[in-house]
């Protein structure tokens, strides 16, 4: 490859040399093709390849072209200016060879050693000599915008930090060596697009190597179009740009915008878009939609980094790292081989050491780097990110070996994350279902409905069903049921008829917890099983028929919905005789043996058969058995496909654990908002293991609930070894301290508010410890669920009350 030169000078020479050149060497342009070579020299016979650049081995058939054309045009080359049967070669400020294209090393090391401009002239040289190899760098509309917004006319000299960063990236995606590939007409093309609010790039390719890359700015008119009209605007300027490599080649166009993939077959076109479309009509590609997250080299062209990065450090910052760059022998061997030039990734400047990318190295000394973890993250600005953005935080202006593993370690020990973030993870503890009856009313779920507008003086339902028949009882009850209404209930609507229970599965609610409930089935020889603290799980049989019993009461209830009373017999009439799907038979025919007679069987005189007692009786036993396998099957059934969204947990006695809080607990003396509130309390010592998948948990006394927890309900706590105080909650517990942080001494008297459109509630007159009774507050029945006790010795006690409304 060599130079031409004019051996005379005319006005109009320049204009010859190229008419004369082009005509007599059009290798030059269009390269060394076999079709060229056998038209104008059929006499040569030799091997040619497509590319200039990729002869075979042992072969200098270019050169001897090179020589016959020179020769029989009466060229001459200058012998010192040429160069033969090179790997590499520079041309313009490139280096080309071996299918590749770079920069040239001594450009690349002018624009390193190049110093912050003064003027703007000396930006000026700065920007001239970087943008000419603009098609190596990714982003660069983006990382010149601030250097280019000095350059506007009327604009005062300010080089501002946002300045110094787009020049210390330019410089340093000058200087990362990136290295093009040469095109190769002979394969597919592949224009990557995309588009920002306020810039556009893309990056043509082949066989997913980057041949050039294209960005700029968007100008005020082009900050008003559609994301539509942006995207085709990247799509037209890269064709624009690159329009001499994409003429007479097959290529595809690969966009992240949907409409943009159908903008040949749209119909309605604005003038713009018709003056695109006919530019568009002399390529021969076609649109490929491709997701963001899969574009990203065209969409890092178009888009500006958007990481928070740190202040800059202030002076007492400044001198405790250097100080504390006395104190670290790995900073010490750092500053003496930046010193003596025997490392690229650091250097010394002004007593400090910077990294790569001007990161101020942080030494091992006095705490500084735990600080700086905890300036990034427990403050109220950086807001207790996760890990990745407090990394990112730290990363944009300091380093020390081992940082991420630091800052994961810090992030995973903070306990205000541990207790207020939500793990997105299946939860913990397989499902342990419970054993199969094997009779019926062996074993009865018990739950109740509440706040139900008054109807025949009751306001809540007590849902009562039998685990193995399915049968179901729903009992009419007072609003405010006591424990001794409860068990007359029970026993008038269960025992009656069934007898005593052997196990009672309930949900844990207040009523069922009375001291009074608790002695009369222990009297009548029932083991009174609790549920796990507040794990739904457990209880989910009376959960599903609450909701059919709902549904049914919501088909057949007036307007004022008042007389679901009377519904709630028939109600309990057709759900057992409906099928179920887990004994694949009706709850009548499971309890008592046979269907029981309904109008329409009545209507047609159907009587059903009349078996012999014996028949009926081994037949009743036969349906029993029966059932249980549907049982059984069910159960089984049903743990395989619960334990596909868990996940097995040991937790060992003496492990300190976080207990999620869920609803009923949010519940506090005054009004909070749930979303607000944390999700963990804790962290708190495993006393013992109750059962498979639950756990009793020491609680402190102001926490009054109940301190067993299923294993989905408790989180393993990570400690800060280096420092055990981060594991002290400065936070009052929820749901446990009032306002006046005090706790209730005693009820002086209740009310019942009424209010239209409201269901009533009650209210009591509580007053607090450490208080006058001056300043005794009325409170919501519901938000004193900590305080039971009290509220039961209140009406116990106190039978001289005033009552009000």
């Known amino acids: 490859m060599g130079q031409w030169g004019l051996s005379f000078s005319v006005t109009s020479a320049v204009v010859l040399v190229v008419l004369m050149l082009n005509s007599a060497l059009p290798l030059c342009n269009g390269g060394i093709t076999s079709s060229y070579v056998r038209m104008s020299y059929p006499s040569v016979d030799m091997p040619v390849d497509s590319d200039v650049f990729q002869v075979p081995p042992g072969y200098n058939a270019p050169q001897q072209i090179v020589f016959k054309?020179?020769?029989?045009?009466?060229?001459?080359?200058?012998?010192?200016?040429?160069?033969?049967?090179?790997?590499?070669?520079?041309?313009?400020?490139?280096?080309?060879?071996?299918?590749?294209?770079?920069?040239?090393?001594?450009?690349?090391?002018?624009?390193?050693?190049?110093?912050?401009?003064?003027?703007?002239?000396?930006?000026?040289?700065?920007?001239?000599?970087?943008?000419?190899?603009?098609?190596?760098?990714?982003?660069?509309?983006?990382?010149?915008?601030?250097?280019?917004?000095?350059?506007?006319?009327?604009?005062?000299?300010?080089?501002?930090?946002?300045?110094?960063?787009?020049?210390?990236?330019?410089?340093?995606?000058?200087?990362?060596?990136?290295?093009?590939?040469?095109?190769?007409?002979?394969?597919?093309?592949?224009?990557?697009?995309?588009?920002?609010?306020?810039?556009?790039?893309?990056?043509?390719?082949?066989?997913?190597?980057?041949?050039?890359?294209?960005?700029?700015?968007?100008?005020?008119?082009?900050?008003?179009?559609?994301?539509?009209?942006?995207?085709?605007?990247?799509?037209?300027?890269?064709?624009?740009?690159?329009?001499?490599?994409?003429?007479?080649?097959?290529?595809?166009?690969?966009?992240?915008?949907?409409?943009?993939?159908?903008?040949?077959?749209?119909?309605?076109?604005?003038?713009?878009?018709?003056?695109?479309?006919?530019?568009?009509?002399?390529?021969?590609?076609?649109?490929?939609?491709?997701?963001?997250?899969?574009?990203?080299?065209?969409?890092?062209?178009?888009?500006?980094?958007?990481?928070?990065?740190?202040?800059?450090?202030?002076?007492?910052?400044?001198?405790?790292?250097?100080?504390?760059?006395?104190?670290?022998?790995?900073?010490?061997?750092?500053?003496?081989?930046?010193?003596?030039?025997?490392?690229?990734?650091?250097?010394?400047?002004?007593?400090?050491?910077?990294?790569?990318?001007?990161?101020?190295?942080?030494?091992?000394?006095?705490?500084?780097?735990?600080?700086?973890?905890?300036?990034?993250?427990?403050?109220?600005?950086?807001?207790?990110?996760?890990?990745?953005?407090?990394?990112?935080?730290?990363?944009?202006?300091?380093?020390?070996?081992?940082?991420?593993?630091?800052?994961?370690?810090?992030?995973?020990?903070?306990?205000?994350?541990?207790?207020?973030?939500?793990?997105?993870?299946?939860?913990?503890?397989?499902?342990?279902?419970?054993?199969?009856?094997?009779?019926?009313?062996?074993?009865?779920?018990?739950?109740?409905?509440?706040?139900?507008?008054?109807?025949?003086?009751?306001?809540?339902?007590?849902?009562?069903?039998?685990?193995?028949?399915?049968?179901?009882?729903?009992?009419?009850?007072?609003?405010?049921?006591?424990?001794?209404?409860?068990?007359?209930?029970?026993?008038?609507?269960?025992?009656?008829?069934?007898?005593?229970?052997?196990?009672?599965?309930?949900?844990?609610?207040?009523?069922?917890?009375?001291?009074?409930?608790?002695e009369l089935f222990k009297l009548l020889g029932s083991a009174l099983h609790f549920s796990t603290s507040f794990h739904p799980q457990t209880d989910g049989q009376t959960e599903r028929v609450n909701n059919l019993l709902e549904i049914y009461l919501r088909h057949f209830v007036s307007a004022n919905q008042k007389d679901w009373a009377k519904l709630i017999d028939v109600a309990q009439f057709s759900y057992n005789l409906q099928n179920s799907e887990t004994t694949n038979q009706s709850p009548f025919e499971v309890a008592i043996g046979q269907q029981p007679l309904t109008p329409h069987t009545l209507m047609t005189k159907y009587t059903g058969r009349s078996p012999s007692a014996f028949k009926a009786a081994k037949e009743w036993h036969e349906k029993m058995d029966v059932a249980k396998s549907y049982l059984d099957k069910a159960t089984k059934k049903m743990k395989k496909w619960a334990d596909k969204d868990r996940r097995p947990e040991h937790f060992m006695v003496g492990d300190l654990v976080l207990v999620k809080l869920v609803s009923q607990q949010f519940k506090s003396l005054r009004s909070v908002h749930k979303g607000l509130v944390r999700r963990y309390e804790g962290p708190f010592e495993i006393v013992r293991k109750v059962g498979k998948v639950s756990y009793e948990v020491k609680l402190p006394p102001k926490l009054k609930i109940h301190p067993i927890f299923h294993a989905s309900m408790l989180k393993p706590y990570h400690s800060d070894m280096e420092d055990p105080n981060r594991g002290i909650s400065t936070r009052a517990p929820m749901g446990v301290v009032t306002s006046y942080e005090k706790e209730a001494e005693y009820v002086m008297a209740d009310r019942v508010i009424r209010r239209r459109g409201v269901p009533p509630y009650r209210e009591y007159l509580v007053k607090w410890k450490g208080l006058p009774e001056s300043e005794a507050s009325w409170e919501p029945s519901d938000a004193l669920w900590q305080f039971q006790e009290i509220i039961q010795k209140f009406h116990d006690d106190d039978a001289t009350r005033t009552s009000t409304t």
């Open 69 to 518: 054309v020179l020769r029989d045009n009466q060229l001459y080359v200058k012998k010192e200016k040429c160069a033969f049967a090179q790997e590499e070669v520079m041309f313009l400020g490139h280096k080309v060879g071996g299918g590749t294209l770079a920069m040239d090393n001594s450009k690349v090391r002018a624009i390193k050693e190049w110093g912050i401009p003064t003027k703007v002239t000396e930006l000026r040289s700065f920007l001239g000599l970087v943008n000419y190899y603009r098609r190596f760098i990714k982003g660069y509309s983006t990382r010149v915008a601030p250097l280019m917004d000095l350059l506007k006319k009327n604009t005062a000299w300010q080089w501002s930090d946002a300045c110094q960063n787009g020049f210390e990236e330019l410089k340093e995606a000058v200087t990362e060596d990136p290295v093009l590939v040469l095109p190769d007409y002979g394969k597919m093309f592949e224009v990557h697009t995309d588009a920002s609010d306020f810039a556009i790039g893309g990056v043509l390719m082949q066989e997913g190597h980057p041949i050039a890359y294209e960005s700029r700015k968007l100008n005020e008119t082009e900050r008003c179009y559609t994301v539509h009209d942006k995207e085709m605007t990247a799509v037209i300027h890269c064709l624009r740009t690159w329009r001499y490599y994409l003429l007479g080649s097959r290529f595809v166009v690969k966009t992240d915008n949907v409409a943009t993939s159908y903008f040949q077959s749209q119909k309605k076109l604005s003038p713009k878009q018709a003056r695109w479309q006919d530019f568009l009509a002399d390529f021969d590609f076609n649109f490929e939609y491709k997701p963001g997250k899969v574009n990203c080299v065209a969409d890092a062209l178009s888009r500006k980094a958007e990481l928070a990065s740190l202040s800059q450090p202030n002076g007492v910052l400044i001198d405790l790292i250097k100080e504390g760059l006395e104190h670290d022998p790995m900073a010490k061997s750092l500053i003496n081989l930046a010193q003596e030039g025997k490392t690229r990734r650091f250097w010394e400047k002004d007593g400090l050491l910077y990294a790569k990318k001007r990161r101020l190295y942080v030494p091992k000394w006095n705490n500084l780097r735990r600080n700086l973890i905890r300036e990034c993250h427990d403050t109220k600005w950086a807001g207790h990110p996760g890990q990745r953005c407090t990394r990112a935080l730290l990363e944009a202006a300091y380093y020390w070996p081992q940082m991420w593993d630091d800052i994961e370690a810090y992030v995973r020990t903070c306990l205000v994350c541990q207790q207020d973030k939500v793990e997105q993870q299946q939860p913990r503890g397989l499902l342990e279902p419970l054993p199969t009856p094997e009779r019926p009313w062996e074993s009865v779920y018990m739950d109740f409905i509440s706040v139900l507008p008054t109807s025949e003086g009751c306001g809540s339902i007590m849902v009562v069903v039998d685990r193995f028949s399915k049968y179901a009882t729903f009992i009419a009850a007072p609003r405010d049921c006591t424990v001794e209404e409860a068990a007359r209930l029970f026993l008038k609507n269960i025992v009656k008829y069934w007898g005593v229970p052997r196990t009672i599965i309930s949900d844990r609610d207040p009523r069922f917890t009375g001291k009074f409930w608790t």
